[in-house]
């Protein structure tokens, strides 16, 4: 099954990528240690958190190499490195924030926050809209812990796919974001929760997996008695034009 029938494509750890992970270690413990934290304090986005340039390095380490990001490279050609999310799970994930809905804690935990990247919600009702047209979602693990891991809903890329040509159709890509796509999300979601098999994909340091832009995926919630943190680097670049989303 290819990566975008899939939605995921998982690489073994290789001394270049092991060499980059451990390059970031430090930098990566330093800014966990003051950056925001949810859901109990079990959970940091760490959306661009890791300061490094174009090519995945910080100062004084190493660029990002590897089959992952060659395989990535070859979907829409090399793209430009963000700055590194970085997210960081802990122990007792997911608790509940004071502010926190029930019904989003229970969709958090019984279904793993499962989401599309790229959709944001908006608003006092929190509709969604395109706004984030990624190219691709490579994930780089940087520690070893097994509990809450990512997981995935293996066959949702193409589902996903089908609704969202269906709502733009006969729309301009530029205007693409314009049109709130919350109540076909929401019901092709309860689709690919009846229909296809969720899949948890737990990375040890320098493992790689390359997810399509399309895939439903999150974070499952923590289990086990490891202590601590599980912690993964995701590049999420966005394409030159919003057509190529789809």
């Known amino acids: 099954m290819s990566l975008s029938d899939r939605g995921w494509q998982v690489f073994p750890a290789e001394p270049a990528t092991i060499d980059w992970a451990r390059s970031v270690s430090t930098e990566v413990s330093d800014a966990l240690k003051t950056t925001e934290r949810r859901h109990g ?13 174009a090519s995945g390095a910080v100062a004084g380490g190493v ?19 963000h700055a590194a999310q970085v997210s960081a799970v802990w122990r007792g994930y ?11 804690h229970r969709y958090r935990r019984a279904r793993d926050a499962a989401h599309i990247d790229g959709l944001l919600p908006e608003g006092p009702y929190r509709r969604r809209h395109l706004r984030e047209p990624h190219a691709w979602i490579l994930g780089i693990g940087l520690t070893d812990t097994p509990a809450a ?6 066959g949702s890329a193409p589902v996903f796919r089908k609704a969202f040509t269906s709502a733009f159709e006969g729309v301009p890509p530029e205007s693409w974001g314009d049109v709130d796509v919350t109540d076909l999300y929401q019901s092709t979601r309860r689709k690919v929760f009846e229909t296809c098999a969720r899949v948890e994909i737990p990375l040890q340091t320098g493992e790689g997996v390359l997810l399509d832009r399309h895939v439903l995926h999150g974070v499952a919630p923590w289990a086990g008695q490891d202590t601590g943190p599980r912690v993964t680097a995701f590049f999420r670049p966005e394409l030159p034009t919003t057509a190529e989303w789809l």
């Open 94 to 104: 997911p608790k509940q924030d004071p502010e926190e809905s029930d019904a989003n």
């Open 149 to 154: 891991p990512l997981v995935a809903w293996k």
């Open 41 to 53: 304090a079990t959970w940091a986005p760490g959306v661009d958190l890791l300061k490094n340039d």
């Open 63 to 81: 660029a990002l190499v590897g089959e992952a990001l060659v395989a990535a490279q070859s979907l829409f050609g090399p793209l430009p490195l």
